[in-house]
């Protein structure tokens, strides 16, 4: 069976994915798109494909069997709640939303609804380095964590686009779902420390250091950087009871010359990250082949929301702010 796919949004990740759904993975068919701007949603179109003027239309097309979401995240709900509404599975690059409120509607139609139709595109969860890690906190043999060391250095980001508040709001939601799924735990305080400035970002809030305080009791320091100049730099180490564990440098290659030892750095993201991204979407289409979602749910889109919205109040405050969860629906406990 190959699944038909609609895609909302065809800028820098929406043009990736449809690479990734046409040109690498199988059992998959882009047959719709569209995008606020339907000049480059013709271009981004695969042969055969339709171009719906409005997600609405896109959604509601019958030879649409499932929806990807690559568009800006305020248009994000309302994009939700009518796949769901029609009951399509749906695959919905982060933000999920971009507000607590918005997070529990969508819950709230999904769990009425009955089934999980919803997968946010939480890469990292799907990269073969943090799935080995897990494998080591989950076997328990270096006894509990206690704290987590996350890193997320950009080069640089488009001057006038990336705003002080994107490294909390944008950049963070990652460090905190992965460190949620690879502790096994949740959210319950965030501070944020704001030290000397980098030259290289004008006025942006660059870089920032931000606590997660789990309930466990462990402790995670997040550092951020978006304008390190080197390359795209993801590191994380767990410090437990009897040892430590960390990812390892990507790529893994060392050169040794008459010039040194050295390694190379992703540039950004997408060669950081390109095998996760590819495998998040393998198992997404087997599961929305079957009707349903698995991965990152829309439970785990609304704590990076809840904790991205404290970070924003501690970076005012420079204290630490609570994050306050409504009860787990039984249906993300499957």
């Given at each position: 069976?190959?699944?038909?796919?609609?895609?909302?949004?065809?800028?820098?990740?929406?043009?990736?994915?449809?690479?990734?759904?046409?040109?690498?993975?199988?059992?998959?068919?882009?047959?719709?798109?569209?995008?606020?701007?339907?000049?480059?949603?013709?271009?981004?179109?695969?042969?055969?494909?339709?171009?719906?003027?409005?997600?609405?239309?896109?959604?509601?097309?019958?030879?649409?069997?499932?929806?990807?979401?690559?568009?800006?995240?305020?248009?994000?709900?309302?994009?939700?709640?009518?796949?769901?509404?029609?009951?399509?599975?749906?695959?919905?690059?982060?933000?999920?939303?971009?507000?607590?409120?918005?997070?529990?509607?969508?819950?709230?139609?999904?769990?009425?609804?009955?089934?999980?139709?919803?997968?946010?595109?939480?890469?990292?969860?799907?990269?073969?380095d943090y799935?080995?890690?897990?494998?080591?906190?989950?076997?328990?043999?270096?006894?509990?964590?206690?704290?987590?060391?996350?890193?997320?250095?950009?080069?640089?980001?488009?001057?006038?686009?990336?705003?002080?508040?994107?490294?909390?709001?944008?950049?963070?939601?990652?460090?905190?779902?992965?460190?949620?799924?690879?502790?096994?735990?949740?959210?319950?305080?965030?501070?944020?420390?704001?030290?000397?400035?980098?030259?290289?970002?004008g006025e942006?809030?660059?870089?920032?250091?931000?606590?997660?305080?789990?309930?466990?009791?462990a402790i995670?320091?997040?550092?951020?950087?978006?304008?390190?100049?080197?390359?795209?730099?993801?590191?994380?180490?767990?410090?437990?009871?009897?040892?430590?564990?960390?990812?390892?440098?990507?790529?893994?290659?060392?050169?040794?010359?008459?010039?040194?030892?050295?390694?190379?750095?992703?540039?950004?993201?997408?060669?950081?990250?390109?095998?996760?991204?590819?495998?998040?979407?393998?198992?997404?289409?087997?599961?929305?082949?079957?009707?349903?979602?698995?991965?990152?749910?829309?439970?785990?889109?609304?704590?990076?929301?809840?904790?991205?919205?404290?970070?924003?109040?501690?970076?005012?405050?420079?204290?630490?702010?609570?994050?306050?969860?409504?009860?787990?629906?039984?249906?993300?406990?499957?």
């Open positions: 069976m190959t699944l038909q796919v609609g895609i909302i949004g065809t800028g820098m990740i929406g043009q990736d994915h449809i690479r990734r759904l046409t040109q690498v993975l199988s059992g998959v068919r882009v047959v719709a798109v569209t995008d606020i701007n339907l000049e480059r949603a013709q271009a981004a179109a695969p042969q055969g494909a339709t171009v719906y003027e409005t997600p609405q239309e896109l959604i509601r097309a019958a030879e649409v069997q499932a929806v990807v979401i690559c568009s800006w995240g305020p248009a994000h709900e309302e994009q939700l709640l009518d796949c769901i509404a029609v009951g399509k599975p749906v695959f919905c690059e982060k933000p999920l939303v971009t507000s607590a409120e918005a997070a529990l509607r969508v819950m709230e139609a999904e769990t009425a609804f009955g089934l999980r139709l919803v997968q946010v595109g939480f890469m990292r969860r799907f990269d073969a799935r080995r890690l897990k494998a080591v906190i989950d076997g328990g043999t270096l006894g509990a964590p206690l704290m987590y060391k996350s890193v997320h250095r950009n080069a640089s980001v488009p001057e006038g686009l990336y705003t002080s508040d994107m490294p909390l709001n944008d950049t963070l939601v990652h460090d905190a779902d992965i460190s949620r799924w690879l502790l096994r735990d949740e959210i319950a305080g965030v501070e944020v420390r704001v030290p000397r400035r980098s030259s290289r970002g942006l809030r660059d870089p920032v250091m931000v606590l997660l305080h789990m309930t466990s009791g995670v320091d997040v550092e951020i950087s978006v304008n390190i100049a080197y390359g795209y730099d993801i590191r994380g180490e767990v410090s437990c009871e009897t040892g430590i564990a960390a990812l390892p440098n990507r790529p893994a290659t060392v050169i040794t010359d008459q010039f040194g030892i050295r390694q190379a750095i992703p540039e950004d993201w997408r060669e950081r990250f390109i095998e996760a991204y590819d495998q998040e979407f393998r198992e997404w289409i087997v599961a929305a082949g079957q009707g349903t979602a698995t991965g990152p749910s829309t439970w785990d889109g609304y704590a990076a929301t809840l904790v991205a919205d404290a970070a924003l109040r501690a970076v005012a405050s420079q204290h630490l702010e609570t994050v306050e969860m409504v009860s787990k629906p039984d249906l993300y406990n499957q």
